[in-house]
């Protein structure tokens, strides 16, 4: 079974609006999650990394502002898309690493279409 | 720069017909290898990690291998479940990130 979930599987907002997409390791304690975005046909974009009590780690070119990253939990991480534009309709994924940093898992992703 | 290569960029094998994919790597320090499989609009499944040259795992017909430059992903005798994409990612020392290749698109035809 699924060791890390997110949710929502998808979601439609206004443009304009903010949305929360919530990744969770439900069998260990992640110290260390990860954002992607994934275009269509294409690899695995990483936007930030997240760790537990900390401020995110963003990739150049990603707005910190804009993508909120909250790791509040070794089981939580949150990422808010904030003023949400068509341009950010997308696959989100969350990834999760164990402690021991061995193993990474992934989550189902989210997709998010603005309108 | 790191770097992680798939090839080929698509397959497309007959049920049954045995076949390996390739990610070759450049990195400043290997900490593990990573295998995913990808199906359209999920996320990545975990198949594999291997950690050192002349590594190997099974997983039913899915076999990897590591060199110091390269791991290979064989299939045996592949299924049309099979088909997928598969994705390659590296993770390097120092660093909680993994690289990743952009993958090789499996079809697998009945």
């Known amino acids: 079974g699924a060791v890390v979930s997110q949710h929502p599987s998808w979601v439609i907002c206004k443009s304009g609006t903010s949305v929360k997409i919530e990744c969770r390791s439900l069998?260990?304690?992640?110290?260390?999650m990860f954002w992607y975005r994934q275009f269509p046909k294409q690899s695995l974009m990483l936007m930030a990394t997240s760790n537990e009590g900390s401020k995110a780690t963003y990739e150049q070119g990603v707005e910190k502002d804009k993508f909120l990253i909250n790791h509040a939990s070794l089981t939580l991480s949150t990422l808010t898309v904030t003023s949400a534009h068509p341009e950010d309709s997308s696959f989100y994924i969350c990834?999760?690493?164990?402690?021991?940093?061995?193993?990474?898992?992934f989550g189902e992703g989210s997709w998010l279409t603005v309108v | 720069e790191d770097q992680v290569t798939q090839s080929p960029e698509a397959l497309r094998l007959q049920e049954g017909e045995s076949s390996s994919l390739n990610c070759s790597y450049t990195?400043?320090?290997?900490?593990?290898l990573f295998w995913y499989r990808q199906d359209p609009g999920k996320g990545p499944e975990f198949l594999f990690t291997l950690y050192s040259a002349g590594e190997e795992k099974e997983k039913e017909r899915l076999k990897a291998t590591l060199t110091k430059k390269e791991s290979f992903l064989h299939i045996t005798a592949p299924k049309p479940e099979d088909s997928a994409t598969y994705l390659c990612a590296v993770h390097i020392g120092g660093s909680e990130k993994l690289v990743f290749g952009k993958g090789t698109k499996l079809t697998v035809n009945p």
């Open positions: 990834s999760a690493s164990n402690i021991a940093g061995n193993t990474i898992y």
């Open positions: 069998d260990f304690q992640a110290t260390t």
């Open positions: 990195v400043s320090g290997l900490r593990g």
